[in-house]
């Protein structure tokens, strides 16, 4: 089922034809009614049945135009139905006038937000670990959303909740791998792939997801702890990687320059030994006491 327009006429323009019927069923009830002296003359019941006849015409049809008037409100929609029939989706804002056997449901096109609830599902690796997304949302197809759901809403936050499951099992939480897409490396290929996971599960709804983005990550309380440890490990490992290659090429750089301008002439025994020493310098955690060497070149 697909949605279609449906205009409507303007609520002040069914008011003043509403006005106008009220007025015309006082008319006639003042000019059609004979005076009281005459109810014994020859015709004054029919007379009298005419008139309140007319009257009641005029003021039903003035109570139907009364009741087939309603409000839009910005970003709102109302769909119609006539006796369990779906006739159209009106979205003209404003004081608006439709048939009134017309129910009208009012269903919002504003973007809403919900943040799914926190659940516990073991990533690629088989880590166990808490996960919830936010998920941004509007309607687009309002009849859709009516009658091909039941209630779009909840539809919704059902789906988002399964596609976060699913995409939870086939991301690990934390990559080894650059070519391998994570959960917590790869937060804006991980936000592409949810809202498109979640937009094809709720097309059905009528619905358009906005955005979606993973709103809490974290191991789960089990394994958090030697998770931690890990990655504190391998946070060492890649900085002692990073200071031990800083240090290779500084100590390159110096013999080189000492080599260059012929500051001074060292044997591979002493080069050796300048090698250990500055990537001792370099490399330690802690500062090191400078030797002076009060000798020859080679007299220590």
Same mark, same amino acid.
């Given at each position: 089922?697909?949605?279609?327009?449906?205009?409507?006429?303007?609520?002040?323009?069914?008011?003043?034809?509403?006005?106008?019927?009220?007025?015309?069923?006082?008319?006639?009830?003042?000019?059609?009614?004979?005076?009281?002296?005459?109810?014994?003359?020859?015709?004054?019941?029919? %007379?009298?049945?005419?008139?309140?006849?007319?009257?009641?015409?005029?003021?039903?049809?003035?109570? =139907?135009?009364?009741?087939?008037?309603?409000?839009?409100?910005?970003?709102?929609?109302?769909?119609?139905?006539?006796?369990?029939?779906?006739?159209?989706?009106?979205?003209?804002?404003?004081?608006?006038?439709?048939?009134?056997?017309?129910?009208?449901?009012?269903?919002?096109?504003?973007?809403?937000?919900?943040?799914?609830?926190?659940?516990?599902?073991?990533?690629?690796?088989?880590?166990?670990?808490?996960?919830?997304?936010?998920?941004?949302?509007?309607?687009?197809?309002?009849?859709?959303?009516?009658?091909?759901?039941?209630?779009?809403?909840?539809?919704?936050?059902?789906?988002?909740?399964?596609?976060?499951?699913?995409?939870?099992?086939?991301?690990?939480?934390?990559?080894?791998?650059?070519? %391998?897409?994570?959960?917590?490396?790869?937060?804006?290929?991980?936000?592409?792939?949810?809202?498109?996971?979640?937009?094809?599960?709720?097309?059905?709804?009528?619905?358009?997801?906005?955005?979606?983005?993973?709103?809490?990550?974290?191991?789960?309380?089990?394994?958090?702890?030697?998770? =931690?440890?890990?990655?504190?490990?391998?946070?060492?490992?890649?900085?002692?990687?990073?200071?031990?290659?800083?240090?290779?090429?500084?100590?390159?750089?110096?013999? %080189?320059?000492?080599?260059?301008?012929?500051?001074?002439?060292?044997?591979?025994?002493?080069?050796?030994?300048?090698?250990?020493?500055?990537?001792?310098?370099?490399?330690?955690?802690?500062?090191?006491?400078?030797?002076?060497?009060?000798?020859?070149?080679? %007299?220590?």
């Amino acid at each position: 089922m697909q949605e279609r327009q449906v205009r409507t006429l303007p609520g002040s323009l069914a008011l003043l034809l509403s006005l106008a019927a009220v007025a015309g069923g006082a008319y006639v009830l003042a000019t059609m009614l004979p005076p009281t002296s005459q109810q014994h003359a020859p015709g004054f019941d029919r %007379q009298v049945a005419l008139a309140v006849g007319l009257a009641s015409l005029l003021g039903l049809g003035a109570l =139907l135009l009364l009741i087939g008037m309603f409000t839009i409100a910005p970003n709102e929609a109302r769909v119609l139905q006539l006796f369990g029939r779906y006739v159209g989706t009106t979205k003209d804002e404003g004081w608006r006038w439709v048939n009134p056997f017309y129910t009208k449901r009012a269903i919002s096109l504003r973007m809403r937000s919900f943040e799914t609830t926190k659940i516990k599902v073991n990533d690629v690796e088989g880590n166990p670990i808490e996960i919830a997304a936010i998920v941004v949302w509007k309607v687009v197809d309002t009849a859709q959303a009516c009658f091909s759901v039941d209630d779009y809403t909840s539809f919704v936050h059902v789906q988002a909740e399964a596609a976060v499951r699913n995409l939870a099992t086939h991301h690990p939480y934390d990559g080894h791998d650059e070519n %391998q897409i994570s959960l917590r490396g790869h937060t804006d290929a991980v936000a592409e792939q949810l809202k498109k996971e979640i937009q094809t599960r709720c097309k059905a709804a009528g619905v358009d997801i906005v955005e979606a983005r993973i709103g809490h990550l974290a191991y789960a309380p089990e394994i958090a702890q030697a998770m =931690l440890q890990r990655q504190q490990a391998g946070a060492i490992i890649a900085a002692r990687t990073r200071i031990v290659e800083g240090a290779v090429g500084m100590v390159e750089m110096a013999l %080189q320059h000492l080599s260059r301008n012929k500051i001074v002439d060292l044997d591979e025994e002493r080069k050796a030994a300048m090698v250990s020493n500055l990537l001792v310098v370099l490399c330690g955690e802690r500062s090191t006491q400078p030797v002076v060497n009060a000798g020859t070149l080679h %007299q220590g």
